[in-house]
């Protein structure tokens, strides 16, 4: 589970600018979490068969951020994302639905939206 970090942006342009910057860095994230065989439960939370994956694609959307940061400066233009949180575990998980509890989904949100700072990847 990740975070974007948006405080700034809404406080300087408002909640609206805040919403299309965080549905840019989602339309962002997408395609490399596709790509290192993730599965979509939610929009900041992803499952993965297999830790190395999900290690991959953390790893790998920092980078591609970095290079993406580097070309469309300023306040706003910018996809920041506050860090992410792994954890490995069982789910209940019910495809095709919205339903998906257990310790991993609590535990990588505390990590990733509450603790993690400056992209940090925290896993346990």
Known sequence: ???????????EFGAEAG??????GLAFVEPIMK??????LEDVLWFFESPKDALDA???????????????????????????GMHLGEILYYAGTDVHWGDPVNTSSKLGQDTAKHGQILIT
């Not at 919403?19 to 840019?24: G, I, M, P, T, V």
């Not at 953390?58 to 992410?84: C, K, M």
């Open 35 to 40: 790509a290192c065989n993730a599965t979509k």
């Open 58 to 84: 953390a790893l790998r959307i920092r980078r591609e951020l970095r290079i993406y940061n580097q070309s469309h400066r300023g306040l706003g233009n910018q996809i920041d994302i506050t860090g992410f």
């Open 19 to 24: 919403l299309e910057l965080k549905f840019k």
């Open 1 to 11: 589970m990740y975070e974007f970090e948006l405080d700034e942006v809404e406080k």
